[in-house]
């Protein structure tokens, strides 16, 4: 029986798979970690060791406040200059003070400690960096997110990070990287245990607006948990973890579809409606995500491809049309030829 069933997989797989790829952008037309329109001109000079629009754009945000597109930026500028520098170096030496080239050199700097195998010892030493950065930034929570990783990797004591904390959402209540900075200190990975990241990450989400990102904390606590598979965690029922999918999904609804701003949460979401088989969720959220795959979850989830993200993007929508299909009836039900069967 068991060679019977698997023949009548494949041949539902081969009949409906196309139907449920229906929606999904093509896969050349998938882009990994792509920057938005304002984003993309800095970048583009950047590679031609230019700084200027870069320079343009971090002052842009400080002085309006942008704060969460701020901390995107900072980020993904000092990614750039991981590999690609010497536009960094050179907006450094013509304006040596610059809060935003000294918080992109501070980011860039934690980057390639994390990536040190002496870390922890690494992260010590930019410590005064860090406090520099940080204390000379009145309303700025960006570089406080930065103090909250970098805490994290050099051990820093939990009334450390409290203090930390306390700076940081006195700035911004609701930011969304602090918010995630805390999560990942508060998990089991780290110097918590998943109860206690799900509680921080649900009362977050209950406390923030309705079209905040931290609305979808309680997902990024799920998949923290889920990465401990197969480790036993009674302390964190499943149906726990499904309730943060849920409370995820209807944040996603709320932005358009192919929308860029969420799509990392979307990315995320759509992990975990892998990993727990809610597979006609999943492809919505992949048809929601449309073309903007994000490195986060992909390039660093269980079975994902750790060293192709996209790769490991487009094999997950690949499982989900396959997965839907191999559970559609051959000829439909008796309700009629073709209708949907199974779930």
Known sequence: MSLLRALVGAVRSA??????A???VPDDDVLLDAPDERLAPALVAAALADPEPAAKLLATTRDAGEWEDRDRYVTRLATFAYSRGDWLTHWLSVAPRDPDALLVTAQLAVRRAWRSPARG?????LGPLIRAVAEEAP???VPWRLALDHARGAHARPEVFESLWEQAVRRSPHHYGCHVAALKYLSAQWYGFHRAAFDFAEQAADDAAEDS???ALPVRA???RLRMEPV???AVPVARVDRAVDRALALSAVFPVGDPWPAEVRNLLAYVL???ARWGEAREEFGRIGPHATSFPWGVARGAGTEDPLRGFLAARDRVRAELARRTPLWGTRGGRGAPGGH
């Open 139 to 141: 309303q700025d929570p």
């Open 22 to 24: 229906a929606g999904f």
């Open 213 to 215: 990102l931290v609305r």
């Open 274 to 276: 892998v990993e727990r």
């Open 232 to 234: 036993e965690d009674r």
């Open 15 to 20: 009949r409906h798979a196309p139907r449920f």
């Open 222 to 224: 799920a998949y923290d």
């Open 121 to 125: 010892e690494r992260l010590r030493e």
